[in-house]
C-alpha cells in the first residue's frame, strides 16, 4: 500500500517516539557532580531512593524529593514523616539485603561516614550512589540542587537552596567581622574531643566571629586534654547535648572554676542535630551560636577602646 506523502512523514515519526530512537529526544540523561568528586548519572529522575544517613535524609526532604525516600537509617528523624520510613541499618552499619530488597534507582550516601566497603558492594550490584560530603556551609545548598536535579524536583530545590544562601549571607554580615571570641567546643566527653578548623562546626563557630582554639590540630577531630584546654583558657566553652538546659558535660566543667568560662558562667549547650548535621537546619543552631557568642562579646571589655587616649 502507497501512503501519501504527509501521512507517510508522520507515521515515520510516530514510530521513531515508540522506539526510542533517539533516545535523547524522549529523556535526556541527568548527571551531577556529587561531594566525593564523582559524576553521577541516571537516565530518569530517581523515584525509589534510599538514604544512607540523617543529613542526607533530611536534605532529600528540603530538595523537595521526600515522597520518593523508600529506605533510611536511624535516628533519620526530621521531618516527622522521615521517621516512618522504612529502616536499613544505621549510618555505620547497613542491612545489605533490606536495601537491595527495596529495589532502588538512587543511594544517597555519606561518604565519610558509611563503611566503604559496603558501599562499594552496593556499586558492584549496579546500584547508582550519590555520595554527600557537605564540609562547609557553602556545600549545604549545593548539595541540596544536585538531589534536586538527581529526583526531577528543582524547582523546590533550588528554591531552598536560595533561602539558604540568604540567611546565611545575613547571619556572615550581622556577625562574621565582630570582635573575636574564643571557643572550645565539645564534641564528646571520654575521650574528650573536639574539633579543627576545616570542621563544619568550626565554619560556623568563624561565622559568628568566634574564634575556635584547636582550629590548627590537623586531625578534623582530634582527641585532647583538659590540660591543654586550660592553658588555651577560651572565653566560651560549648558542648553538643540532647539537653540544651541541664546538659552532664558542662556540669563537669563547672568543677574548673579557674577558667574563665566557668568563672564568668559562659557555659553553652546545643542540640546536636542542629550543629553536626550540614542541612538548612544548621543555620537554626548557627544563630543560637551567634546569639550566645554575642551575648558574651557584650560583657568583655574591648581592649581597642582601653587602650584609646
Same mark, same amino acid.
Given at each position: 500500500?502507497?501512503?501519501p506523502?504527509?501521512l507517510?512523514?508522520h507515521?515515520i ?16 540523561a ?10 553521577v ?19 532529600l ?11 533510611v ?6 521531618p516527622?514523616?522521615?521517621s ?5 541499618g ?6 545489605l ?8 534507582d538512587?543511594i ?14 552496593l ?24 538531589? &534536586?536535579? %538527581?529526583?526531577?524536583?528543582? $524547582?523546590?530545590?533550588r ?7 540568604? +540567611?546565611? =549571607? /545575613? @547571619? ?11 571557643v ?18 568550626s565554619?560556623v ?28 583558657d ?13 546538659a ?13 568560662a566557668?568563672?564568668? &558562667?559562659r %557555659?553553652?549547650?546545643?542540640r $546536636? ?10 543555620l +537554626?543552631? =548557627? /544563630? @543560637? ?5 554575642d ?14 587616649p
Open positions: 500500500m502507497r501512503y506523502l504527509p507517510l512523514f507515521l515519526i510516530i514510530c521513531l517516539f515508540c522506539a526510542g530512537v533517539p533516545a535523547n529526544v524522549a529523556q535526556a541527568i548527571s551531577v557532580k556529587d561531594g566525593a568528586g564523582h559524576t548519572t541516571l537516565s530518569q529522575p530517581a523515584r525509589r531512593i534510599v538514604s544512607l544517613a540523617p543529613h542526607t535524609t533530611e536534605n526532604f528540603a530538595a523537595g524529593a521526600g515522597a520518593y525516600v523508600v529506605g537509617v536511624s535516628y533519620s528523624d526530621f516527622v514523616t522521615a516512618k520510613i522504612r529502616r536499613v544505621d549510618a555505620n552499619s547497613l542491612d539485603e533490606a536495601i537491595i530488597a527495596l529495589r532502588p538512587l544517597v550516601a555519606w561518604d565519610s561516614g558509611n563503611a566503604k566497603s559496603q558501599i562499594e558492594k556499586q558492584q550490584l549496579g546500584l547508582v550512589v550519590y555520595a554527600s560530603e557537605p564540609r562547609r556551609l557553602e556545600d549545604v545548598p549545593v548539595d541540596i540542587e544536585a538531589l &534536586g536535579r %538527581l529526583a526531577g524536583t528543582e $524547582p523546590v530545590a528554591q531552598a537552596a536560595a533561602a539558604f544562601r540568604g +540567611e546565611y =549571607a /545575613r @547571619l556572615r554580615s550581622q556577625y562574621a567581622e565582630r570582635r573575636p571570641v574564643s572550645f567546643f565539645q564534641v564528646w566527653n571520654r575521650p574528650l574531643m573536639t574539633v579543627n578548623g576545616a570542621h563544619l562546626i565554619n563557630i568563624n561565622l559568628c566571629g568566634g574564634k575556635n582554639i584547636f582550629a590548627d590540630v590537623p586531625a578534623l577531630a582530634p582527641e585532647v586534654n583538659i590540660e591543654a584546654v586550660m592553658v588555651a577560651p572565653q566560651v566553652i560549648m558542648v553538643s547535648s540532647a539537653g540544651e538546659r541541664r552532664p558535660w558542662l556540669d563537669e566543667w563547672r568543677r574548673l572554676s579557674q577558667l574563665q566557668v568563672k564568668k &558562667g %557555659l553553652f549547650a546545643v $546536636p542535630d542542629l550543629i553536626t548535621r550540614p542541612t538548612p537546619r544548621i +537554626e543552631g =548557627a /544563630r @543560637l551560636i551567634c546569639g550566645q557568642l551575648q558574651v562579646r557584650s560583657t568583655i571589655p574591648n581592649p581597642a577602646k582601653l587602650n584609646t
